[in-house]
């Protein structure tokens, strides 16, 4: 947890009820763990957004290159249209 071991944990607590006291150690403790608690569902919830944002963004490239490819075709097609009726076919004679 935090590179922080046993030993070190117990230091620490053992200041903190040294410095605020056994009645508000607790009450501060609570508080902390609440604190922590929104923190994290905040930090969720950013990358939940980032998330549903990226895949938004990936799916209208998909979209634009599906119409850039549709549309090509499209020109495609008419420009050998165009040149087949540019080219006259060879009239039968009787």
């Known amino acids: 947890m ?3 071991g ?4 117990i230091i620490i607590l053992v200041i903190a009820l040294i410095v605020i006291g056994p009645q ?3 009450e501060l403790a609570k508080s902390l763990g ?6 994290k569902r905040a ?6 957004g980032i998330d549903d944002e990226a895949k938004a963004t990936d799916e209208r490239e998909k ?11 499209a020109k495609n097609a008419e420009a050998a249209y165009k ?3 540019k080219t006259p076919e060879p009239s039968v004679k009787s």
Do not use: H, R, Y
């Open 24 to 26: 508000k150690l607790p």
């Open 83 to 85: 040149e087949e009726v």
């Open 2 to 4: 935090f590179g922080i």
């Open 6 to 9: 046993m030993p070190e944990m």
């Open 43 to 48: 930090t969720e919830d950013f990358k939940q």
């Open 63 to 73: 979209v634009a290159k599906e119409a850039a490819l549709k549309e090509a075709e």
């Open 34 to 39: 609440k604190g922590l608690a929104e923190f």
